[in-house]
């Protein structure tokens, strides 16, 4: 019998995506605990993750109530080493590769993601921060050249990898980002940038972003809708945030 694994993650938290689409994948028995960001409890830090951050994971141990984890189990946490825990764990699911050099691949695709199309993304959407649309598109360039050339498959070749589960909420946020112009950027640049993103030398990559999005885990824990909508209460968040500060 496997060992009990409980994620403690949020809905909207990208990370926690990253982490919940490999369960998923892997068809891997679990828990999910909804932890409340804007008001975590107590414990969450005190018994799991002294960090505070999500998403995070108890494994082992015995079966008991998500907020009393047992001292027998071990506790986890950042999204890359929780979802190769989770290739490791279910192998048959194919989610790292057993050859080396794909292994590798996969990790370098990771770091593109992280940071060539995820940083910059972040900046430009929370801050608005002038040229990191551009630097999106470059990043774009650059993950494209990493995809195989046949045009078909994911990441590294015809297996759905952690790569792709790590692209997948970046691709996703990015998409709704530009084409429905939800964040703190002037809206000429999502125009700009969704002109780039939809150009003839882009198809690889568009095709590559149709593929994951549609892959069945990934729309079980990344809905463009009710994403976009969340995203929206964080845009407000952080304009409220701001105009606190700036009245202080």
Known sequence: MPEQLT????????????????????KAEHTFYEVDLRNKPAWFAENINP?????????????????????QSTKLAESLVLVELVADL????????????KRAKVRFFVTTVQTRYLEPYFHWFAFGRPGAWREIYEGARAIQALLPESGEGYAVG?????????????????KIAYERGIGRFPPEEAVQLR??????????????????????????????????????????????????????
């Open 158 to 174: 015809e297996e759905f990898t952690t790569a792709d589960c790590v692209f997948a909420p970046a691709a996703g946020r990015t």
């Open 51 to 71: 960090a505070g951050k999500v998403p995070a994971i108890t494994y082992g141990g015995p079966t008991v109530p998500p907020d009393q984890p047992s001292p």
């Open 90 to 101: 279910h192998p048959a699911a194919g989610l790292l590769p057993s050859d080396p050099l």
């Open 7 to 26: 994620l403690y993650g949020h809905r909207h938290s990208s990370t926690s995506m990253i982490v919940a689409i490999a369960l998923s994948e892997a």
């Open 195 to 248: 002109e780039l993103m939809d150009a003839p030398e882009m198809a690889r990559f568009r095709a590559y972003v149709g593929r994951v999005l549609e892959r069945p885990s990934v729309k079980a824990n990344f809905g463009e809708d009710w994403v976009a909508e969340g995203t929206k209460v964080v845009v407000e968040l952080f304009n409220q945030r701001d105009a606190a500060s700036a009245s202080t």
